[in-house]
């Protein structure tokens, strides 16, 4: 089968290898679509993203919908044909946060989880991975839209530790597609009023494709004194910060309202951000982190058969397998005008 290696740092290539092995809890999939995220992008680009190092060739992708090839003899609720989405983080299954439904932080899952240092991910024809973590989906599900499913988890996952509710006000730093996908799901939580910040114009008119939203380009005006403008002075009850960005992580407690929630989502480089403890306590706010996310796939696509969302909208580019160091490349060098790409295996 092919897979597109990354050798090192800005190098990754095509190569032929075997097929996986699987066993009987195992499940193996025919790959067809993977998104690339930014951390895709991180490894490829500058090697890494922080502490976390590719020291060796690996596959990335951790996006990935397909159709299942085979299955294992203990395997009963899918079968050939079916298409489906993975879950790529695979805990221990007995730790304490595993055995407390917290697995996204359990130290197996933190380096079991596709396309990271320590495990190949899907940028690849093929994959044998436990049943547990496969996911069917309807078979007249869009296939781009199951590719945007992960990234979707990640947006649930921190709106529900945000504790949005219907009537919250909200402002979201980063219009990129975890920026975009936060405030569909900010609606379907019965959030009203929505700031959308951002300094990329495209990504702020890809967003108001998907309805009425407060855009602010923060190159024309400042958007901290705009929202603030609109709040009345108070500000928001929530703040996203999706874009990982020490600038707009040190604003955000200017954007929040008194006893609000700030949301930390987008990965920084790991450089320390000058953060005005003093003010959050005046106001009493809250601060809450996600590390990607748990027991959220199928809520995901529960939501999205019963009340679907476009997400496949957000895809803005696709290329072949063979084209993936150009993918890359183009991702990117030109980042202000790719909302989401997607390699088609």
């Given at each position: 089968?092919?897979?597109?290696?990354?050798k090192?740092?800005?190098?990754i290539?095509?190569e032929?290898?075997?097929?996986?092995?699987?066993?009987?809890?195992?499940?193996?999939?025919?790959?067809?679509?993977?998104?690339?995220?930014?951390?895709?992008?991180?490894?490829?680009?500058?090697?890494?993203?922080g502490?976390?190092?590719?020291?060796?060739?690996r596959?990335?992708g951790?996006?990935p919908?397909?159709?299942?090839?085979?299955?294992g003899k203990?395997?009963?609720?899918?079968?050939?044909?079916?298409?489906?989405?993975?879950?790529?983080?695979?805990?221990?299954g007995?730790?304490?946060?595993?055995r407390?439904?917290?697995?996204?932080?359990?130290?197996?899952?933190?380096?079991?989880?596709?396309?990271?240092?320590?495990?190949?991910?899907?940028?690849?024809?093929y994959?044998a991975?436990?049943?547990?973590?496969?996911?069917?989906?309807?078979?007249?599900?869009?296939?781009l839209?199951?590719?945007?499913?992960?990234?979707?988890v990640?947006?649930?996952?921190?709106?529900?530790?945000?504790?949005?509710?219907?009537g919250h006000?909200?402002?979201?730093?980063?219009?990129?597609?975890?920026?975009?996908?936060t405030?569909?799901?900010?609606?379907?939580?019965?959030?009203?009023?929505i700031?959308?910040?951002?300094?990329?114009?495209?990504?702020?008119?890809?967003?108001?494709?998907?309805g009425t939203?407060?855009?602010i380009?923060?190159?024309?005006?400042?958007?901290?004194q705009?929202?603030?403008?609109?709040?009345?002075?108070?500000?928001t009850?929530?703040?996203?910060?999706?874009?990982?960005?020490?600038?707009?992580?040190?604003?955000?407690?200017?954007?929040?309202?008194?006893?609000?929630?700030?949301?930390?989502?987008?990965?920084?480089?790991?450089?320390?951000?000058?953060?005005?403890?003093?003010?959050?306590?005046?106001?009493?706010?809250?601060?809450t982190?996600?590390?990607?996310?748990?027991?959220?796939?199928?809520?995901?696509?529960d939501?999205?058969?019963?009340?679907?969302?476009?997400?496949?909208?957000?895809?803005?580019?696709?290329?072949?397998?063979?084209?993936?160091?150009?993918?890359?490349?183009?991702?990117?060098?030109?980042?202000?005008?790719?909302?989401?790409?997607?390699?088609?295996?």
């Amino acid at each position: 089968m092919k897979a597109a290696v990354l050798k090192e740092k800005g190098v990754i290539e095509i190569e032929e290898r075997e097929m996986p092995k699987t066993g009987d809890d195992d499940v193996l999939v025919k790959i067809e679509y993977v998104g690339v995220c930014g951390s895709d992008l991180h490894f490829y680009g500058e090697g890494g993203i922080g502490v976390a190092k590719i020291y060796e060739p690996r596959v990335l992708g951790h996006e990935p919908v397909g159709k299942v090839e085979s299955i294992g003899k203990n395997v009963t609720d899918l079968k050939e044909g079916d298409s489906v989405i993975l879950e790529p983080g695979i805990g221990c299954g007995h730790c304490s946060f595993c055995r407390t439904g917290r697995y996204n932080i359990c130290p197996t899952a933190v380096r079991h989880f596709l396309g990271n240092p320590w495990t190949d991910g899907v940028f690849q024809e093929y994959i044998a991975y436990p049943y547990q973590y496969v996911y069917k989906i309807p078979d007249d599900f869009p296939k781009l839209r199951g590719v945007m499913i992960e990234p979707y988890v990640v947006v649930l996952h921190a709106v529900e530790r945000s504790g949005a509710r219907y009537g919250h006000s909200a402002v979201i730093l980063g219009a990129g597609c975890i920026g975009i996908m936060t405030m569909l799901a900010l609606r379907a939580h019965g959030v009203g009023q929505i700031f959308l910040v951002d300094i990329v114009g495209n990504r702020l008119k890809k967003a108001q494709e998907f309805g009425t939203v407060h855009t602010i380009n923060a190159k024309m005006e400042d958007p901290v004194q705009k929202v603030l403008e609109m709040t009345a002075g108070a500000g928001t009850d929530l703040v996203f910060e999706t874009a990982g960005s020490i600038i707009t992580q040190a604003q955000t407690v200017q954007y929040v309202k008194k006893t609000g929630m700030i949301t930390f989502v987008g990965f920084s480089s790991g450089q320390p951000v000058a953060f005005d403890i003093s003010t959050l306590m005046r106001k009493e706010a809250n601060v809450t982190t996600v590390f990607r996310y748990a027991n959220q796939h199928r809520k995901a696509l529960d939501q999205m058969i019963i009340n679907p969302i476009e997400l496949e909208k957000l895809v803005s580019h696709i290329y072949d397998l063979k084209d993936i160091k150009k993918a890359l490349d183009e991702n990117i060098r030109d980042k202000d005008k790719v909302i989401k790409a997607v390699i088609r295996i």
